[in-house]
T-cell receptor
């Protein structure tokens, strides 16, 4: 049973560029959340997708956008990258209805903005 | 607004000694509380969760946590620490119906001395 998989694992971008990160949820899960974890801090909620729609959003600017596909996989897009966007981006999945409420996390995509 | 405070940034214990990691939360309703562990370069793994019922919850790897509503605390404990427990530990609070949107503390780094 594959867990949550994320790609790429590491990437380097320059300021002003755009980036797309990808996430495949754990088998059987239908809800995907994205978190940003800056160095030395806890993860911060970006947004959550369910039924291909953004359901909740944290305190992040519109430069951060996402998408969920019919197979429940998800993408996180960040436009006009800033130095402060350098972080580990974590994807987490769960089963919305009937599940235990537990989030399953991937290993993350580490983004460095130069 | 919900928030989580982990007062101890870094804790060092000797192998075989007992461990307690502190977590205080702020939440307007009955909280769903979680403890996660993160090893270097890894995603987060759920250790245990509290939704309702018995205030002492057992988790994986011999960890337990106690929910104290009067103190707004959810401290993590382990009676005998193993070297493999060295990692970063995060406490999180979430809503019942939206555990996908969890608020995390900034973590406590555990070092285990031989």
């Amino acid at each position: 049973d594959a867990g949550v998989t994320q790609s790429p694992t590491h990437l380097i971008k320059t300021r002003g560029q755009q980036v797309t990160l990808r996430c495949s949820p754990k088998s059987g899960h239908d809800t995907v959340s994205w978190y940003q974890q800056a160095l030395g801090q806890g993860p911060q909620f970006i947004f959550q997708y369910y039924e291909e729609e953004e359901r909740q959003r944290g305190n992040f600017p519109d430069r951060f956008s996402g998408h969920q596909f019919p197979n429940y996989s998800s993408e996180l897009n960040v436009n006009a990258l800033l130095l402060g966007d350098s972080a580990l981006y974590l994807c987490a999945s769960r089963l919305l209805a009937g599940g235990s409420g537990e989030l399953f996390f991937g290993e993350g995509s580490r983004l460095t903005v130069l | 607004a919900q928030s989580v405070t982990q007062p101890d940034i870094h804790i060092t214990v000797s192998e075989g000694a007992s461990l307690e990691l502190r977590c205080n939360y702020s939440y307007g309703a009955t909280p769903y509380l979680f403890w996660y562990v993160q090893s270097p370069g890894q995603g987060l793994q759920l250790l245990l969760k509290y939704f309702s019922g018995d205030t002492l919850v057992q988790g994986i790897k011999g960890f337990e946590a106690e929910f104290k509503r009067s103190q707004s605390s959810f401290n993590l404990r382990k009676p005998s620490v193993h070297w493999s427990d060295a990692a970063e530990y995060f406490c999180a609070v979430g809503a019942n119906t939206n555990a996908g949107k969890s608020t995390f503390g900034d973590g406590t780094t555990l070092t285990v001395k031989p």
